[in-house]
């Protein structure tokens, strides 16, 4: 059974920082491109950062300069380091496993982030 888990989430000032965790298990996560996601109240979901099974990175320029991902292969973890955050920050964020070759991609549950004074 494939699960992505993300944890790390929660309320913290404008300016601070926070760090989510994605635990994937179920999948060779080396296969897959390993994505953030987040989605506002009546906004579309939207891609924040993403790092390919290669290393390779991209970020949404909303967030370039202030969050970085990264992944641990022995781990099978995916984290988001997001700082200097800003209150449209605010958002649901999801964890995403992909693998285009085989059309096969997976999400988690999702956790809050909330930017607010």
């Known amino acids: 059974q494939v699960q992505l888990v993300e944890s790390g989430g929660g309320l913290v000032q404008p300016g601070g920082s926070l760090r989510l965790s994605c635990a994937a298990s179920?999948?060779?996560?080396?296969?897959?491109?390993m994505g953030w996601y987040r989605q506002a109240p009546e906004k579309q979901r939207e891609l924040v950062a993403g790092?390919?099974?290669?290393?390779?990175?991209i970020y949404a320029d909303s967030v370039k300069g202030r969050f970085t991902i990264s992944r641990d292969y022995a781990k099978k973890m995916v984290y988001l380091q997001m700082n200097s955050l800003k209150p449209e920050d605010t958002a649901v964020y999801y964890c995403?496993?992909?693998?285009?070759?085989?059309?096969?991609?997976?999400w988690g549950q999702g956790t809050q982030v909330t930017v607010s004074s």
């Open positions: 995403n496993a992909n693998w285009p070759a085989r059309s096969r991609a997976y």
């Open positions: 790092i390919t099974s290669g290393l390779s990175t």
């Open positions: 179920g999948i060779a996560v080396s296969f897959y491109d």
